[in-house]
């Protein structure tokens, strides 16, 4: 076989940063100095981020593409997610990609999530390149920085050359990059200009014939199924003839309808495509992320893209409450399996099994994280559903009972350091080191089992007054370690069907925290606020006050409510035990019990209290 020929016209590069580290806004002044928008034109900021999810919660969800061309050079840019739930939109991502810029905040460091998505990217070979972000920071501490960016990278087992990576500075809201902390430079040109200099262009075999790995699936009202990914070997244009390798040796014929390239933000249809680049295929319909397209003389499937085994799974159901059917447009079962499945062609994270219920399938993913996120996208797509608490994926392995263990990183005052502590060890958390650099501010870092995390994370926040900061990432399975209690709290559940009504919830707020405010639709088995001791009770959201004849001075009060705090997916599910569900519509979110029958529930409490006979 000859030697492999470098693409010296293109580059193909990734960028990888922790959640809110800048990565968005320094693509954005990339963008915008590469001559992509013309002077004065009005553009938005934050222009990847082209989600309504991603803008309001500020971070990246799925991994995007786009290009700018840079002195005759062609830079596809792969916007890889920094939450390590979204870990499988950056396994696929990084497959297109022959180099890396890792982008660190000049004050937080290195987290949990820049260390998953760069251990990644290193195992695949990746030429790598450091940036250390926002050092107009007051309290910005670039030297300590760079030196955890070196222990990382020897934590990771990087290899000399690896060790050995280009340095910048920049502030990427001002849209510049230096080469030392100190100076301020004038623009990213220097940025720029490394990345076509250290990032080497993709490599091909002249001779091999046409390959290229689908990475990612997208879709067109006029085209239909389109497959994107990067060409690793040989040139393919409109009106091919090419098949597609599926699982299992599968052979699908394949004809090119349309062919496309990335420009900038959009794609613009091209007639011939080169090795290396980053290609959009239409022409197939029945096609899957990992799939390999080549050519019906010579078929040479690439490896398949792996990602990491799901942690966590979740039921998806219709919904089954008094109220179903009045808020959303899709209702019944077979839709909501069709956007499940839709979703996981889209995205490999995720796997979607049946039940033995035909009104309810289990979905499997990386966190609850990702799964709220899915939740939330079939909700504002106008879906009404129930969904069961999170749970981790127990596995057994030589009749041991195995779970997920996270490594979990927390950052507080000195003050909060006892109550998290004391915290994290009731849920079988383990500390594993503590950092205090004489700041006020401890760094702690704890090996806890992945169930533990979910539900604490709100706890967390109120625990350290808003003040701390919790990462973590996914250390592997390790022997389960036991039971323990999630909530120490009750429900209130309603005991009729009606509306909530002022008299009767100011009446329960001694009871515990409310959930609703009058005027709210309420049903029998309706969980209407938090109980204050560890039993559920049954309440009645809907009474009145009884009218009497007597009449006096100050007798009829206004009544006044505590505020309610507005229910969030997020807590939802954090707080439901597991006889408990979410109801979601794109209108409302509510709690319930499963069994709604009070007279049902009060039975089955019966018989578990009830002596088993010998």
Same mark, same amino acid.
């Given at each position: 076989?000859?030697n492999?020929?470098?693409?010296?016209?293109?580059?193909?590069?990734?960028?990888?940063?922790?959640?809110?580290?800048?990565?968005?806004t320094?693509?954005?002044?990339?963008?915008?100095?590469s001559?992509?928008?013309?002077e004065?034109?009005?553009?938005?900021?934050?222009?990847?981020?082209?989600?309504?999810?991603?803008?309001?919660?500020?971070?990246?969800?799925?991994?995007?593409?786009?290009?700018?061309?840079?002195?005759?050079?062609?830079?596809?840019?792969?916007?890889?997610?920094?939450?390590? %739930?979204?870990?499988?939109?950056?396994?696929?991502?990084?497959?297109?990609a022959?180099?890396?810029?890792?982008?660190?905040?000049?004050?937080?460091?290195?987290?949990?999530?820049?260390?998953?998505?760069?251990?990644?990217?290193?195992?695949?070979?990746?030429?790598?390149?450091?940036?250390?972000?926002?050092?107009?920071?007051?309290?910005a501490?670039? %030297?300590?920085?760079?030196?955890?960016?070196?222990?990382?990278?020897?934590?990771?087992?990087?290899?000399?050359?690896?060790?050995?990576?280009?340095?910048l500075y920049?502030?990427?809201?001002?849209?510049?990059?230096?080469?030392?902390?100190?100076?301020?430079?004038e623009?990213?040109?220097?940025?720029?200009?490394?990345?076509?200099?250290?990032?080497?262009?993709?490599?091909?075999?002249p001779?091999?014939?046409?390959?290229?790995?689908?990475?990612?699936?997208?879709?067109s009202?006029?085209?239909?199924?389109?497959?994107?990914?990067?060409?690793?070997h040989?040139?393919?244009?409109?009106n091919?003839?090419?098949?597609c390798?599926?699982?299992?040796?599968?052979?699908?014929?394949?004809?090119?309808?349309?062919?496309?390239?990335? %420009?900038?933000?959009k794609?613009?249809?091209?007639e011939?495509?080169?090795?290396?680049?980053?290609?959009?295929?239409?022409?197939?319909?029945?096609?899957?992320?990992?799939?390999?397209i080549?050519?019906?003389?010579?078929?040479?499937?690439?490896?398949?893209i792996?990602?990491?085994?799901p942690?966590?799974?979740?039921?998806f159901?219709?919904?089954?409450?008094?109220?179903?059917?009045?808020?959303?447009?899709?209702?019944?079962?077979?839709?909501?399996?069709?956007?499940l499945?839709?979703?996981?062609?889209?995205?490999?994270?995720?796997?979607? +099994?049946?039940?033995?219920s035909? %009104?309810?399938?289990?979905v499997?993913?990386?966190g609850?994280?990702?799964?709220?996120?899915?939740?939330?996208?079939m909700?504002?797509?106008?879906?009404?559903?129930?969904v069961g608490?999170?749970?981790?994926?127990?596995?057994?392995?030589?009749?041991?009972?195995? +779970?997920?263990?996270?490594?979990?990183?927390?950052?507080?005052?000195?003050?909060?350091m006892?109550?998290?502590t004391?915290?994290?060890?009731?849920?079988?958390g383990?500390?594993?080191?503590?950092?205090?650099?004489?700041?006020?501010?401890?760094?702690?870092?704890?090996?806890?089992p992945?169930r533990?995390?979910?539900?604490?994370?709100?706890?967390?926040?109120?625990?350290?007054?808003?003040t701390?900061?919790?990462?973590s990432?996914?250390?592997?399975?390790? +022997?389960?370690?036991?039971?323990?209690?999630?909530?120490?709290?009750?429900?209130?559940?309603?005991?009729?069907?009606?509306?909530?009504?002022?008299?009767?919830?100011?009446?329960?707020?001694?009871?515990?925290r409310?959930?609703?405010?009058?005027?709210?639709?309420?049903?029998?088995?309706?969980?209407?606020?938090?109980h204050?001791?560890?039993?559920?009770?049954?309440?009645?959201?809907?009474?009145?006050?009884?009218?009497?004849?007597?009449?006096?001075?100050?007798?009829?009060?206004?009544?006044?409510?505590?505020?309610?705090?507005?229910?969030?997916?997020?807590?939802?599910?954090?707080?439901?035990?597991?006889?408990?569900?979410?109801?979601?519509?794109?209108?409302?979110?509510?709690?319930?019990?499963m069994?709604?029958?009070?007279l049902?529930?009060?039975?089955?409490?019966?018989?578990?209290?009830?002596?088993?006979?010998?």
């Amino acid at each position: 076989m000859s030697n492999t020929v470098q693409n010296t016209e293109l580059r193909n590069i990734a960028i990888i940063a922790h959640v809110d580290h800048g990565k968005t806004t320094l693509v954005d002044a990339m963008f915008k100095q590469s001559g992509l928008f013309r002077e004065g034109q009005d553009v938005d900021e934050r222009i990847m981020d082209s989600m309504d999810l991603e803008r309001e919660r500020g971070i990246t969800i799925a991994a995007k593409n786009c290009s700018v061309n840079w002195k005759g050079t062609k830079i596809n840019i792969i916007d890889t997610p920094g939450h390590a %739930d979204f870990g499988g939109e950056v396994e696929r991502s990084l497959s297109m990609a022959d180099g890396a810029i890792l982008l660190v905040d000049a004050s937080e460091g290195p987290l949990p999530q820049t260390r998953f998505v760069l251990k990644k990217a290193l195992e695949q070979g990746l030429s790598l390149m450091v940036v250390i972000n926002k050092v107009d920071r007051q309290d910005a501490r670039p %030297d300590e920085v760079l030196d955890e960016v070196y222990d990382l990278f020897i934590d990771l087992d990087a290899n000399e050359e690896q060790l050995d990576f280009p340095l910048l500075y920049a502030i990427g809201r001002d849209g510049i990059a230096m080469k030392t902390a100190e100076e301020r430079g004038e623009n990213l040109h220097i940025l720029l200009d490394m990345i076509v200099e250290k990032v080497p262009g993709p490599t091909y075999h002249p001779n091999e014939p046409f390959q290229m790995l689908v990475s990612d699936l997208s879709y067109s009202d006029y085209l239909g199924r389109l497959a994107i990914g990067k060409i690793h070997h040989g040139a393919a244009q409109s009106n091919d003839q090419l098949i597609c390798l599926a699982d299992e040796g599968k052979v699908l014929p394949l004809k090119v309808t349309k062919l496309q390239t990335y %420009d900038g933000l959009k794609v613009v249809p091209t007639e011939v495509c080169q090795p290396g680049d980053i290609v959009v295929v239409a022409g197939i319909e029945d096609v899957h992320i990992g799939d390999t397209i080549c050519t019906k003389n010579s078929p040479k499937a690439l490896p398949r893209i792996t990602v990491d085994e799901p942690t966590v799974s979740m039921r998806f159901g219709i919904n089954t409450s008094p109220l179903a059917g009045k808020e959303g447009k899709h209702v019944q079962t077979n839709k909501i399996k069709e956007r499940l499945h839709k979703e996981t062609l889209l995205n490999v994270a995720i796997q979607v +099994e049946e039940t033995e219920s035909r %009104d309810a399938y289990l979905v499997k993913g990386r966190g609850e994280f990702q799964m709220a996120i899915l939740v939330e996208q079939m909700r504002r797509e106008g879906f009404e559903l129930s969904v069961g608490r999170p749970e981790v994926i127990i596995k057994e392995e030589n009749g041991v009972k195995m +779970e997920p263990i996270e490594h979990l990183f927390v950052d507080c005052d000195e003050d909060f350091m006892g109550i998290v502590t004391e915290k994290i060890q009731t849920r079988k958390g383990r500390m594993t080191n503590m950092v205090n650099n004489g700041t006020g501010r401890v760094r702690l870092e704890f090996s806890v089992p992945s169930r533990s995390l979910i539900g604490y994370r709100d706890e967390f926040l109120t625990d350290t007054k808003g003040t701390g900061i919790m990462n973590s990432y996914l250390e592997g399975y390790g +022997e389960h370690r036991g039971e323990f209690s999630s909530r120490y709290t009750g429900s209130l559940v309603a005991d009729r069907a009606g509306k909530g009504v002022a008299y009767g919830l100011f009446n329960l707020e001694p009871r515990g925290r409310i959930f609703i405010v009058p005027g709210d639709p309420v049903y029998e088995g309706m969980i209407i606020g938090e109980h204050n001791r560890d039993n559920d009770i049954n309440v009645n959201a809907s009474k009145e006050k009884k009218l009497t004849n007597m009449r006096a001075s100050g007798k009829d009060e206004a009544v006044i409510l505590t505020p309610v705090k507005p229910m969030t997916l997020e807590y939802a599910l954090n707080f439901i035990k597991d006889d408990e569900q979410v109801e979601v519509t794109p209108i409302s979110i509510r709690l319930r019990k499963m069994e709604l029958s009070a007279l049902a529930r009060h039975r089955e409490e019966g018989k578990k209290k009830k002596p088993k006979e010998s």
